[in-house]
Each structure stands twice: as C-alpha cells, then as structure tokens.
C-alpha cells in the first residue's frame, strides 16, 4: 500500500520552519514514491506554497486562514483541516509545529521550540504578554505532543528535556533539520597568523533577552580596550524590549560605530555573503531546540566561539571553543583563545566544517518520510 502523507505548515513562517519544509521537499527521495509514497499533500499560505517545486506528486493546499489572526488559525486546524485530510484520503499526517490542535491519527507531531521548556528563560521577560503566550504555548504543545501517535525531536537534548514537562513519550525519533548547500561558502577557514590585524566577527541571530548580543558586543569592546583590533558584525533583526536593551548598552560603548555593525533583518539566501570576509563566529544562544545558525556557521569552517548552553555542545561538539554567555570575561576569554592559538584554531575550523556535513536536506528528508510510513504501519497493525 503506498500511502497519501499530508503536512500541516500552515504557520511556517519563521527562517528556519520555511527553511525545513522547503528542504524536505525539493530534497525529496524518488525511491521512496516509488516503493511506498503514491502523494504528498502541504497545506500551508501561498508564499510558501510558490517556492516549493511543481511535482506531479506534490498537492498544494492554500490555507487562507494562515494570513488571519491566530484563534481563526486554530479555529480552522481544529475543525476545518481533519475534514480536508479525510476528503483527501490522507493516511498520516505530519504536524510541523508542537502547537497544533488538529485531532487527526494517525499523526507526527514536531517540536521546534524550546524557549516554554528552559529554566529562567521565561523570567527574562518578566510580567509580559510575550512570557504568558509562552505559558499558553507550553500547555498546548504538551497537550499535542501527548496526543501524537508518535513525535519528531530535532536534538537528544530538546527530547530529554521536553519529556520532562510531557512525560515520556511512547514513540520518539531524533531528525535534525539539514543545511542548505550555499552556506558551504570558501572562506580563510581559520588559516591566519595570531598577529593578524584587524580580527573581524559575526553573530547571526535576532536580537533576544537570550541570545545576549549586548554581553557579545561587550566582551569585544573589552578586548579592543587590552589590544585587539576587533570588530564584529551582528546580523538579524529585532523588536521590543529586547531591542531597547541591545541599542541602550551598544550606545554606552564608547566608540562603537568603529567596531560594531548591526544588519537587521537579512534575507535567508544572502546570509552566505556575510561569512565570506569574516574570522571568527560567535553564537551566544543560551537557549535552542537546534541551532540552525550554528550548524550553518558550522558549514563555513570558520572557528566558533560558542555558548555552552542547550544542546550546542551536542551539536558542535569538539570543534568550537565554549563559554558561559552570560559571563562577558568568559566570553572574551573564548575569543582570546581563538586568536592565540593557531593550532586549535586550525582544528576546530576542520572539525566544525567535518561535523556539518551530517546535516543534509537529503538525509533529513529521508528520515522524515520514512519514519511516517514507518508509524503508519505500526499504527495500522495495533488497530488490526
């Protein structure tokens, strides 16, 4: 029986939800529609719908409902979607966010996100409509990770720690995402002397209370102040407090128009070019359910400065220098590192680019599809 899979990406619309289902599908197996997958049915808005590939086996649904306020998204993922699957004639379902309410079974069910899960995370934002949606947002992604037949982790770390707010979960599949190819740009791959002149950096993250760009552009102002010329760039946008706080602290350094550029929000196909000149990649995050940005800095082979926080250290592993993001001398101490010692600085640079080339959209794809015709099968033989 080659089975009719249905996704549900209506509210993909952050970089790396858009980045996930754009993959899977242009990255998409033959093999497999032909041995076991007869259609692959997305519903989602019609931006996302018209970058992903015309296929005689992909089915296009355009959500309308996608583009109206959210209890109008729910509204219509409750009660008009299992409709759809079953007119469809839908065999399983993949729900691409933790966040869906859709009572359809069989169905996979995905967690991308972490920031509900994290002890003191949610204190950053203090008493604040932003911090209540995330307690909302916690309630309901337990409720459908629960509901699933089965679950889609992006890391060890994200399942471990989730499962301790859900409750172990019966069925559970680590598929981290992939990495679009263009990242792999050429760069000095770390191959520079220690008396270097003019060190250049990059932080690509939105500005966040966790992703700590204000203890970043700190320490690099601290190491300009005992010698080093240093500069860094910061790329991604930003809004509120969050914001206020970053351009608050970056104004009271002195001097920082000479060493601290901001980029705000830069398209996820031009982000390749800012590697191109830089030396070092700092990534701060203290909280992550997969850092995509690190992995894609991890395609450069540039040397990494990196948060010791979540699941990095699962993922970069021995190829990035660690430091505690909330501490700006451990943060300065990192970088120092980086600079001085050119042997390290060599390895990390090849053991980062070496560790990167696991995360592929083909082999993300692979899993994913397989792993639905694989629990629907199970599904069918404990109803059977």
Same mark, same amino acid.
């Given at each position: 029986?080659?089975?009719?899979?249905?996704?549900?990406?209506? !509210?993909?619309?952050?970089?790396?939800?858009?980045?996930?289902?754009?993959?899977?599908?242009?990255?998409?197996? /033959?093999?497999?529609? !032909?041995?076991?997958?007869?259609?692959?049915?997305?519903?989602?808005?019609?931006?996302?719908?018209?970058?992903?590939?015309?296929?005689?086996?992909?089915?296009?649904?355009?959500?309308?409902?996608?583009?109206?306020?959210?209890?109008?998204?729910?509204?219509? =993922?409750?009660?008009?979607?299992?409709?759809?699957?079953?007119?469809?004639?839908? /065999?399983?379902?993949?729900? +691409?966010?933790?966040?869906?309410?859709?009572?359809?079974?069989?169905?996979?069910?995905?967690?991308?996100?972490?920031?509900?899960?994290?002890?003191?995370?949610?204190?950053?934002?203090?008493?604040?409509?932003?911090?209540? !949606?995330?307690?909302?947002?916690?309630?309901? =992604?337990?409720?459908?990770?629960?509901?699933? +037949?089965?679950?889609?982790?992006?890391?060890?770390?994200?399942?471990?720690?989730?499962?301790?707010? +859900?409750?172990?979960?019966?069925?559970?599949?680590?598929?981290?995402?992939?990495?679009?190819?263009?990242?792999?740009?050429?760069? @000095?791959?770390?191959?520079?002397?220690? +008396?270097?002149?003019?060190?250049?950096?990059?932080?690509?993250?939105?500005?966040?209370?966790?992703?700590?760009?204000?203890?970043?552009?700190?320490?690099?102002?601290?190491?300009?102040?005992?010698?080093?010329?240093?500069?860094?760039?910061?790329?991604?946008?930003?809004?509120?407090?969050?914001?206020?706080?970053?351009?608050?602290?970056?104004?009271?350094?002195? @001097?920082?128009?000479?060493?601290?550029?901001?980029?705000?929000?830069?398209?996820? /196909?031009?982000?390749?070019?800012?590697?191109?000149?830089?030396?070092?990649?700092?990534?701060?995050?203290?909280?992550?359910?997969?850092?995509?940005?690190?992995?894609?800095?991890?395609?450069?082979?540039?040397?990494?400065?990196?948060?010791?926080?979540?699941?990095?250290?699962?993922?970069?592993?021995?190829?990035?220098?660690?430091?505690?993001?909330?501490?700006?001398?451990?943060?300065?101490?990192?970088?120092?590192?980086?600079?001085?010692?050119?042997?390290? !600085?060599?390895?990390?640079?090849?053991?980062?680019?070496?560790?990167?080339? =696991?995360?592929?959209?083909?082999?993300?794809?692979?899993?994913?599809?397989?792993?639905?015709?694989?629990?629907?099968?199970?599904?069918?033989?404990?109803?059977?």
């Amino acid at each position: 029986m080659k089975l009719n899979i249905g996704i549900e990406a209506s !509210r993909n619309k952050s970089g790396g939800a858009r980045a996930h289902i754009i993959g899977i599908i242009k990255s998409f197996d /033959d093999n497999l529609l !032909r041995e076991k997958i007869n259609k692959v049915h997305v519903w989602s808005y019609t931006e996302l719908l018209n970058i992903l590939p015309n296929k005689d086996w992909l089915i296009k649904h355009n959500v309308k409902e996608s583009e109206k306020p959210i209890l109008q998204q729910l509204w219509w =993922q409750y009660n008009k979607l299992p409709i759809e699957l079953i007119e469809n004639k839908i /065999d399983i379902l993949l729900n +691409t966010a933790a966040s869906s309410v859709c009572r359809f079974k069989p169905a996979v069910t995905m967690s991308r996100d972490m920031l509900s899960y994290e002890k003191g995370e949610m204190k950053r934002f203090g008493v604040s409509i932003q911090r209540l !949606r995330l307690i909302v947002l916690k309630l309901v =992604q337990n409720y459908s990770l629960k509901k699933s +037949t089965a679950s889609i982790f992006l890391t060890n770390y994200a399942a471990n720690t989730i499962q301790k707010s +859900t409750g172990k979960i019966k069925n559970v599949k680590i598929i981290p995402h992939g990495v679009s190819d263009n990242f792999r740009v050429k760069t @000095n791959r770390g191959k520079w002397e220690s +008396t270097k002149n003019n060190v250049k950096c990059i932080y690509v993250s939105n500005v966040e209370f966790y992703k700590h760009q204000w203890n970043v552009a700190t320490a690099i102002s601290n190491l300009r102040k005992n010698g080093y010329n240093i500069s860094i760039d910061f790329v991604g946008g930003g809004a509120g407090r969050a914001l206020n706080k970053y351009k608050k602290i970056i104004s009271q350094i002195e @001097n920082n128009k000479a060493f601290i550029n901001h980029f705000e929000f830069v398209s996820h /196909d031009k982000l390749p070019l800012y590697y191109n000149d830089k030396d070092i990649i700092i990534f701060a995050s203290s909280c992550e359910n997969m850092p995509n940005t690190l992995i894609e800095g991890m395609c450069t082979g540039l040397p990494i400065a990196c948060s010791d926080r979540g699941p990095m250290q699962e993922v970069l592993k021995n190829g990035g220098v660690y430091f505690d993001p909330e501490d700006i001398i451990s943060i300065e101490k990192s970088i120092k590192t980086i600079i001085n010692n050119d042997t390290l !600085r060599s390895f990390i640079s090849n053991r980062s680019k070496e560790l990167s080339q =696991q995360y592929s959209w083909s082999r993300c794809s692979f899993e994913t599809f397989s792993y639905l015709c694989q629990i629907f099968h199970e599904y069918k033989e404990k109803r059977n």
